[in-house]
């Protein structure tokens, strides 16, 4: 019996350091901990028709350094840059909406936007990654 109570209370120890380990993300310290995933745009991203950009914001819960790179674009050459930034949402700022996250824009070299474009992005303390209809 006391082998198990020590096991036991051992177990909840180990569980409750894990989960205040991952509530001490540190946001602003950028060798932190890392999250990452792949995000498709496609042609409902575009910012209007005949701009070639496409922009979307994908929600993180956290503002901390983002890497980003494009994996692939269709159809292919016309990429010309692609940037993600971490930002505060401030859309609705009256509703009290306030969304951690990474905005993303994607340029290309002509006037229409790409069919679809992946990238992956990595992001310290990001807790998970959703994309959201907020453009900018």
């Known amino acids: 019996m006391r082998r198990l109570l020590a096991a036991s209370s051992g177990m909840l120890l180990l569980a409750g350091s894990s989960a205040a380990l991952a ?7 950028p060798n932190g901990p890392t999250e990452t995933a792949k995000v498709v745009l496609t042609h409902n991203d575009s910012i209007g028709p ?22 692939s674009a269709r159809p292919s050459g016309r990429l010309r840059a692609v940037s993600a930034e971490p930002e505060i949402s401030r859309i609705s700022p009256r509703g009290g909406e306030q969304l951690k996250g ?17 990238v992956t992005l ?9 994309d959201t209809f907020l453009y900018y």
């Open 122 to 130: 990595r992001q310290v303390c990001a807790k998970y990654f959703r």
């Open 102 to 118: 990474i905005a993303i824009v994607v340029s290309t070299y002509d006037k229409r936007p790409p069919a679809r474009v992946v």
């Open 50 to 71: 005949w701009t070639g950009e496409m922009r979307t914001f994908v929600q993180t819960g956290s503002i901390g350094k983002v890497d980003v790179s494009a994996v």
């Open 23 to 29: 509530q001490s993300c540190d946001e602003y310290n």
